[in-house]
């Protein structure tokens, strides 16, 4: 099998590196080459973050390129749009249609772009959803990265159950039963 | 033979398996990023071996050393700047040779995603005669280390071993062995090699300069620089993560893979380019391995085609080499995303209050540098760690106290510690004026929160004395030390006012755990929207977790509020209510 080039994007501080690692887990307990590349340091304190996870029978390089990326998971919709040009043409961009503002926005020394979801729908394949509500629902905010992986999990080969071992074996153990219920909600929407 | 455990690591994390495995017995370092995951994977080995954070690298290295001395394998980690601060024993060590196995391992900053340069370590190791070797992946990284102590015993030099931020922070699959314990080597006295006075260090630079040669001689045969022969129509030689680059794009040509970067192997690499038309060096940062082999009169390219700054892609050797014109689309054009003092962060009340009053400030290394950006804006220099507290008091030397009446260093505890101090106590001898700002949040913040010495706990999680900050200005002869609560804004203000207006030195503490350290479920504020006044107050200090309405009012993001209560002290309308913690 040729490398799967998954990308997750976000803001420093959203569990980028929670996420990646469970894919990461998912595609070595597959039995395939794996390598992911992450961020750690200055950029976690709320700056832009990404993350590349790859996998196949045999991976070379850890990061994805321009043009390369299967699958784009961002937690924030500028996020999104920031990374989008990674995407291959029939790639899936899946969104957290979430809106956080970056620090030039904060201060009113740029504006926050409208309309991303609709821009991003004219060039590529897109899944939005608001995770971040609808992880509030589950009542824990920060679980919402789950949501955003169950709708990343439709467009990849692995089964419920391999998803479900890989969180029990990666999340804080207190928190298994809500991050399945969240890894739930993605899972079954329909998209 | 049963199959080997295969299990997915950060390059960090097989570093430790790696040293792990090889016997190491005792390891000490400072946080850095991308080197702190080390020791705090390997720590989960204490009952094998010993591992510590010190103080600073140079007081790390000097530990490793005694334990080498002492006929033990043993380890330093750092980042690349670290290894400047570590200098000191690092070229000596260099003339003495080790007992235990010695390796020095640096991690450096290509693309600066945490640092403030992009130095390459190759260069520092090559100028102290330090051979290195650098692992191109995870499984590389524990494999390497296992060689890096065996050479390091074999030849009687201490390593240094070179790793990336790309090779840090990227994880791969590696195979488990088990640990092998070594035998101590026993101890003799010998004063010819570990005295480095003049009539030592005389023989032993002779004695090194012998041992390299002959570690340059056997790089030739070693299997850690790796040729693999295939199309000779192109030749790369490379090492450490721009290997996997060229294999991605380049899996047919051939390759002289080098693992150990110092010594080169000279006859190799002349045998590798006789036997390729066209020859190409990739390497990150400075043309270490490429100006040694032009110098030998071979022909190659290199950084004509390539950058010394940055870090190398696949897409950049598909436009190097093939000439590939990569039909790539236009990144979108939106607002860039910097990192950001977190929401609650103790360091933005304190920067608000410093602003408020005009303040320059003399600045470190650490999660508080981010106030030198907007809205902030106060941070004026920040240069290397413990910096902030001399270069205050070298403004004061030539320009007087007045001149800095209106300037404060601010420096982090763990900061302090690192090299601070040493500042502190040339202000107090050399008798200046200067008002220094430690701004304890009682961690190393910016590297993810690690234990030091004021903290109370060890690496190892074992509680343990903890130095009082207060105490030990005290000691060094800062008559005036105050502590405030960083949320105190009044006070805060009213101290501050009164230590810079003062003709002495005193220091500031402002303590206040960094928000992050605790888990516990904080209050949360709302904005109320016919409270607000837009005027803008509460946004001053640049909390990420304030938003504007449509309308112009204030909205606070419920999942980034982490309670600390600044906004609603600077709303002078009431229109920032708290609500309770269970409510969240």
């Known amino acids: 099998m040729t490398a799967k080039n998954i990308m997750i994007v976000g803001v420093g501080g959203q569990g980028t590196l929670l996420t990646s690692r469970i894919l990461g887990g998912l595609a070595t307990a597959g039995g395939y080459d794996v390598k992911l590349s992450e961020v750690h340091g200055m950029a976690q304190r709320g700056g832009s973050v990404v993350t590349f996870v790859r996998y196949g029978d045999k991976v070379a390089e850890p990061i994805v390129e321009e043009g390369q990326a299967d699958v784009l998971i961002a937690f924030e919709r500028l996020e999104a749009l920031r990374y989008a040009h990674f995407l291959k043409k029939d790639g899936a961009l899946i969104v957290n249609d979430w809106r956080i503002d970056p620090i030039p926005v904060v201060i009113g020394a740029a504006e926050y772009p409208q309309g991303i979801i609709e821009t991003l729908k004219r060039e590529h394949k897109v899944y939005a959803v608001n995770a971040t509500e609808e992880s509030k629902k589950l009542g824990n905010p920060r679980v919402f990265n789950l949501i955003v992986l169950g709708i990343a999990a439709q467009h990849m080969d692995f089964t419920k159950e391999e998803w479900y071992d890989v969180i029990e074996h990666t999340v804080p153990p207190k928190t298994i039963e809500i991050n399945k219920k969240a890894f739930d909600v993605g899972y079954c929407l329909e998209s | ?584």
């Open chain 2, 1 to 584: 033979m049963s199959e080997k455990k295969k299990v997915i690591m950060l390059g960090n994390e097989a570093i430790a398996r790696g040293a792990y495995e090889a016997g190491v017995k005792v390891s000490a370092a400072y946080p850095g990023t991308p080197s702190t995951e080390i020791s705090e994977y390997l720590v989960q080995y204490k009952d094998d071996l010993y591992c510590e954070w010190s103080p600073n690298e140079k007081v790390a290295t000097e530990v490793a050393v005694g334990a080498s001395l002492a006929g033990t394998r043993a380890m330093s980690c750092m980042k690349h700047v670290g290894f400047n601060v570590a200098a000191d024993p690092a070229y000596s060590v260099s003339y003495m040779g080790v007992n235990g196995g010695l390796v020095i391992v640096v991690a450096d900053d290509p693309g600066l995603y945490s640092s403030q340069n992009e130095q390459d370590t190759r260069m520092v190791a090559r100028a102290a005669q330090l051979p290195v070797l650098e692992p191109s992946d995870s499984s590389e990284a524990k494999e390497f280390m296992k060689q890096a102590f065996e050479l390091s015993e074999k030849f009687d030099r201490p390593f240094v071993f070179r790793t990336t931020t790309r090779l840090a922070h990227s994880q791969g699959i590696v195979e488990l062995d088990e640990r092998k314990e070594v035998e101590d080597k026993p101890y003799e006295k010998d004063i010819r090699r570990t005295v480095m006075m003049p009539v030592n260090a005389k023989l032993r630079h002779v004695e090194i300069e012998k041992r390299n040669l002959e570690l340059a001689e056997a790089a030739n045969t070693l299997p850690i620089n790796k040729v693999e022969m295939i199309d000779t129509r192109i030749g790369i030689i490379t090492s450490g993560i721009p290997y996997q680059y060229v294999k991605e794009v380049l899996p047919e040509a051939s390759v002289l893979k080098l693992g150990m970067v110092n010594p080169l192997p000279k006859k190799l690499i002349e045998d590798f380019a006789s036997k390729v038309e066209t020859l190409y060096i990739i390497e990150e940062l400075d043309p270490v391995i490429e100006e040694q082999v032009k110098s030998w009169g071979i022909k190659a390219a290199g950084k004509e085609l390539f950058t010394v700054q940055g870090e190398y892609s696949a897409n950049m050797i598909r436009r190097a080499i093939l000439g590939e014109e990569l039909r790539i689309a236009e990144p979108a054009q939106v607002p860039v995303r910097p990192p950001i003092l977190c929401p609650g962060c103790p360091h933005r009340s304190v920067y608000y209050v410093v602003k408020k009053l005009n303040l320059h400030v003399a600045g470190d290394i650490g999660c508080y540098t981010l106030g030198a950006v907007a809205p902030l804006s106060v941070v004026d220099t920040t240069m290397c760690m413990g910096s902030s507290i001399s270069t205050l008091h070298g403004m004061e030397k030539a320009k007087g106290k007045e001149y800095i009446k209106n300037w404060v260093a601010a420096i982090g505890d763990s900061t302090f510690l690192h090299t601070g101090v040493n500042s502190l106590m040339n202000m107090t001898y050399n008798k200046s004026t200067g008002t220094v700002l430690i701004l304890d949040n009682s961690t190393t913040g910016m590297t993810g929160h690690q234990d030091h010495a004021a903290t109370g706990k060890t690496l190892q999680g074992d509680p343990t004395y903890a130095i009082d900050i207060p105490a030990l200005c005290r000691a060094v002869g800062v008559k005036h030390v105050t502590e405030v609560n960083a949320f105190d804004l009044e006070r805060l203000e009213a101290v501050i006012k009164e230590e810079v207006a003062r003709d002495e030195v005193s220091v500031i503490i402002t303590k206040t755990p960094c928000v992050l350290l605790s888990k516990e479920k904080k209050p949360l504020y709302i904005a109320q929207e016919d409270l607000c006044k837009k005027c803008g107050m509460c946004m001053k200090p640049g909390c990420p977790a304030m938003t504007k309405r449509e309308n112009g009012t204030v909205c606070i993001d419920d999942t980034m509020c982490t309670g600390c209560g600044l906004c609603k002290d600077l709303c002078k309308f009431g229109a920032i209510e708290l609500v309770k913690a269970g409510d969240r």
